[in-house]
C-alpha cells in the first residue's frame, strides 16, 4: 500500500438507513437524501453513492486531463469527461465498474487518447480502482 503525504483531508458522515439515508459532509458544502436506485428496488427519490463517485471521478479525472495536456503543451479546448459507473452482482456480493467518456473535440483522436492514456496514469480515481474495479477509458469524437 502506498502511504501519502496529505495535502487536504474531507470527511462525511452517513446517518438513517445507508442508501436510504443521509450523506453530509463535515463543513456541510455536500447534504444530500440518499435513496436507492428504482432498478434496485428503491423509490430513487434521492442521490446515490454510484452517482456521487461518477461526478467526483469525472471532475478528478477531468483536472488529471488538463494537467497533463498543460505539460505537453496541448490545448484541449472545450472538452469533457463523462463517468458511467455501474453496480452489479460480483460473486457473492456487489463490484463497481467505470467507463470514462472523454471528449476532446480540438485534436485529433490519436492525440486525445494519448492524453487520456497519461491522466490514466495520474488521476487519484484512477489509481484508488486501479487492479480493483474495471476501468474502461474511451475517447468519444464530437
Known amino acids: 500500500m502506498n502511504e501519502i503525504e496529505p495535502i487536504y483531508t474531507t470527511e462525511a458522515i452517513a446517518t438513517g438507513a445507508g ?42 479525472f477531468h483536472s488529471a486531463l488538463q494537467g497533463v495536456a498543460r505539460q505537453a503543451k496541448q490545448e484541449l479546448g472545450d ?24 471528449v476532446v473535440p480540438d485534436l485529433p483522436h490519436e492525440v486525445a487518447q ?12 484512477s489509481n484508488a480502482t486501479r487492479g480493483n474495479i474495471r476501468v474502461d477509458v474511451v475517447v468519444v469524437d464530437d
Open 114 to 125: 494519448g492524453l487520456a492514456d497519461a491522466a490514466h496514469r495520474v488521476c487519484p480515481y
Open 19 to 60: 442508501r436510504d439515508g443521509h450523506v453530509q459532509t463535515a463543513d456541510g458544502r455536500v447534504s444530500l437524501d440518499l435513496a436507492i436506485p428504482q432498478e434496485m428496488g428503491g423509490s430513487g427519490d434521492g442521490a446515490n453513492p454510484e452517482q456521487l463517485f461518477a461526478a467526483g471521478y469525472a471532475a478528478c
Open 79 to 102: 472538452s469533457s469527461v463523462g463517468a458511467r459507473v455501474s453496480i452489479g452482482r460480483a460473486g457473492e456480493g456487489y463490484g463497481l465498474a467505470v467507463t470514462l467518456e472523454v
